[in-house]
């Protein structure tokens, strides 16, 4: 028997004698994060999103489809709550409709994206992508978890460069265009 008491388990060949386990290979450190080129944080203020003008047809148009789509589902169904959750539904698209955007604060930094209060650490996400939309563009961020929301920060024009060199320092760039629910939503100026 071995005198080392304190060692693992060994195999003994059919000889007899035992062999010494393999080296325990401790894991490597994780490297830094890479330093963003401009040295310091980037900040910025810009809209929470694009605010499209809606005149008085807009929600013309929303009161006609919302009464045209209870008219179908009460001849198809006779379901009064059906019925009532479209006007409901209707009701609450109006209010969001008319609510204005907020001026939010951005900050870009080692630890991740700051928008307003709330910290999106750079581990969170698998990429980035530039959406422009009007005057408009913003970075979106695509998650690594499945189920959580993309995450959009817009900014000015002239504060592409230093954003996209800081975040591209953190996460690789992926071209990527609007997805269906965006067009939709674009072309419906919501």
């Known amino acids: 028997m071995n005198n080392d008491e304190n ?14 386990p393999p080296p325990v290979l401790a894991p490597a450190p994780a490297a830094p994060p890479a330093p963003p080129s ?39 169904t006779k379901d009064y709550f059906a019925i009532g959750t479209i006007v409901i539904v209707g009701v609450i698209v109006g209010f969001v409709a008319g609510k204005k955007p907020r001026q939010l604060n951005y900050e870009l930094s080692a630890s991740g994206i700051r928008i307003g209060d709330k910290l999106y650490s750079f581990g969170l996400f ?47 760039y992926e071209e990527r265009g609007l997805d269906a629910i965006d067009r939709l939503s674009r072309r419906l100026r919501f």
């Open 7 to 20: 060692t693992p388990w060994q195999y003994k060949p059919s000889g007899g004698t035992a062999t010494a």
């Open 126 to 172: 698998k990429s980035f992508s530039i959406v422009k939309d009007g005057a408009l563009s913003s970075i979106q961020l695509t998650p690594i978890k499945r189920f959580m929301p993309p995450v959009s920060a817009y900014y000015a024009a002239g504060d592409e460069e230093k954003i996209v060199d800081t975040i591209g320092a953190y996460l690789p």
């Open 38 to 76: 401009a040295g310091g944080p980037v900040t910025w203020v810009a809209s929470e999103y694009i605010d499209h003008d809606r005149g008085a047809g807009w929600y013309v148009l929303l009161i006609l489809g919302v009464a045209i789509l209870s008219t179908i589902v009460y001849f198809l």
